[in-house]
T-cell receptor
Framework: RKEVEQDPGPFNVPEGATVAFNCTYSNSASQSFFWYRQDCRKEPKLLMSVYSSGNEDGRFTAQLNRASQYISLLIRDSKLSDSATYLC???????????FGTGTRLKVLA | NAGVTQTPKFQVLKTGQSMTLQCAQDMNHNSMYWYRQDPGMGLRLIYYSASEGTTDKGEVPNGYNVSRLNKREFSLRLESAAPSQTSVYFCASLRADSNQPQHFGDGTRLSIL
């Protein structure tokens, strides 16, 4: 089993839709999680950290499910500008190694 | 504030040539990283430096060497470039602990012919 797994998509959704992505991780001791956004051929940019109690930033909500070992990202009221690849990141416990998923591609359609 | 700066942005090499990719950060971060990104593979860690004076291998270190020159700079060297090293290379830095996000440079696009 891969350390971090994501559905590659693409997820094609109309403007205004709500879309959710999951990311599973294999190491139950993992403590630190992040969502990054990457536009085509650009560097990854931090979207949000994932806190154990869940957290929200505007239209974006991140949640952690420790029992099932996954994190999720919910995007409400999708905009055309949300079209990008979303990368989940899990920090390997006891190290400074950040493990990236392969990304989930989102296309928001007009 | 420049953040993380990578040079060069683009490079084309012939098989067997050597080159060094440069990375510098001005955020006083302790840890620095080199990744490569290939289509469908996500970002894979080549080497990282948890602090000045230390370097460690990541998932795909073969064919690369690194130098943590000082706290600001972390370079990646290809001694004898191979076509399999054609990729986009990203440098990242991290402040001090693993509860913080990494900050990325805008990448070096490297083609080996």
């Amino acid at each position: 089993r891969k350390e971090v797994e994501q559905d590659p998509g693409p997820f094609n959704v109309p403007e205004g839709a709500t879309v959710a992505f999951n990311c599973t991780y294999s190491n139950s001791a993992s403590q630190s999680f992040f969502w990054y956004r990457q536009d085509c051929r650009k560097e990854p940019k931090l979207l949000m950290s994932v806190y154990s109690s869940g957290n929200e930033d505007g239209r974006f909500t991140a949640q952690l499910n420790r029992a099932s070992q996954y994190i999720s990202l919910l995007i409400r009221d999708s905009k055309l500008s949300d079209s990008a690849t979303y990368l989940c990141v899990v920090v390997r416990p006891g190290t400074y190694k950040y493990i990236f998923g392969t990304g989930t591609r989102l296309k928001v359609l007009a | 504030n420049a953040g993380v700066t990578q040079t060069p942005k683009f490079q084309v090499l012939k098989t067997g040539q050597s080159m060094t990719l440069q990375c510098a950060q001005d955020m006083n971060h302790n840890s620095m990283y080199w990744y490569r990104q290939d289509p469908g593979m996500g970002l894979r860690l080549i080497y990282y430096s948890a602090s000045e004076g230390t370097t460690d291998k990541g998932e795909v270190p073969n064919g690369y060497n690194v130098s943590r020159l000082n706290k600001r700079e972390f370079s990646l060297r290809l001694e004898s470039a191979a076509p399999s090293q054609t990729s986009v290379y990203f440098c990242a830095s991290l402040r001090a602990d693993s509860n913080q996000p990494q900050h990325f440079g805008d990448g070096t696009r490297l083609s080996i012919l």
